[in-house]
């Protein structure tokens, strides 16, 4: 589950230092409505996992984005598509989870970009997204540094599917140049990237407004 990876990347920056304030701020929005009326029930249930959730919110689901908006959301993390690409029309950054993630428990937050979501200019992306996007993109740069290269609670992996190598290393300047240094790269050559996500199971597919980065 992404949350309790996400909480054991916090762990580790707090070990390496007690004052550190760059960690991650986890809030859960719903806009199911059967859901809102259990709300007890799910921050109940949340604690009795031990998921650190700092904050609730239960919207409808037309006012979504807005929540998104009031609570400085920074990143969205969802399984649906069509809620990506909506927050992204707004200004606000937006990966898709593994819905299989789960059943691969790893303490290491595996973070996927792939070519198309970093190249390419997405149809729903806006300047605001991606100047967002790019914004967080460094913050999690600034985190992966301050641990080093091995035993590291944070691996980025990038997968470009066309353009052969020059694509790669291109892509590579890109995210090196927000100050984001990747654990591992794949360069498919054109080859389908199905059997390497299987392999892979990110937890976070950096997708919907991760647009064309300045290269």
């Given at each position: 589950?992404?949350?309790k990876?996400?909480?054991r990347?916090n762990?580790?920056l707090?070990?390496?230092?007690p004052?550190?304030?760059?960690?991650?701020?986890i809030i859960?929005?719903?806009?199911?409505s059967?859901q809102?009326?259990q709300?007890?029930?799910i921050?109940?249930?949340?604690?009795r996992?031990?998921?650190?959730?700092?904050?609730?919110?239960?919207?409808?689901e037309?006012d979504?984005?807005e929540?998104l908006?009031?609570?400085?959301?920074q990143l969205?993390?969802?399984?649906d598509g069509?809620?990506a690409?909506q927050?992204?029309?707004q200004?606000?950054p937006s990966a898709?989870?593994?819905?299989?993630?789960?059943?691969?428990?790893?303490?290491?937050l595996?973070?996927?970009?792939?070519?198309?979501?970093i190249?390419?200019?997405h149809?729903?992306?806006?300047?605001?997204?991606?100047?967002?996007?790019?914004?967080?993109?460094?913050q999690?740069?600034?985190?992966?540094q301050?641990?080093?290269?091995?035993n590291s609670?944070?691996?980025?992996?990038?997968?470009?599917?066309?353009g052969?190598?020059?694509?790669?290393c291109?892509t590579?300047k890109s995210?090196r140049?927000?100050g984001?240094?990747v654990?591992?790269?794949?360069?498919?050559?054109?080859a389908?990237?199905?059997?390497?996500?299987?392999?892979?199971?990110?937890?976070?597919l950096?997708?919907?407004?991760?647009g064309?980065?300045d290269?």
């Open positions: 589950m992404a949350s990876v996400l909480q990347v762990e580790r707090l070990e390496e230092n004052a550190e304030h760059q960690l991650f701020d859960l929005i719903t806009t199911d059967w809102q009326q709300s007890f029930s921050i109940n249930s949340t604690r996992h031990g998921l650190e959730v700092s904050r609730f919110c239960f919207s409808k037309e979504f984005i929540s908006m009031q609570n400085n959301v969205f993390l969802t399984t069509n809620e690409l927050a992204t029309q200004g606000v898709l989870l593994d819905k299989n993630s789960a059943s691969c428990p790893s303490e290491q595996r973070v996927l970009f792939c070519e198309d979501a190249i390419q200019p149809a729903g992306s806006t300047a605001a997204s991606q100047k967002s996007a790019q914004s967080f993109l460094a999690l740069g600034q985190i992966r301050k641990f080093g290269m091995f609670p944070v691996c980025f992996t990038l997968v470009t599917s066309r052969g190598k020059d694509s790669c291109s590579l995210l140049a927000l984001v240094s654990d591992e790269a794949y360069c498919l050559g054109g389908p990237r199905g059997p390497i996500l299987s392999l892979l199971r990110p937890h976070l950096l997708s919907d407004g991760f064309q980065l290269g």
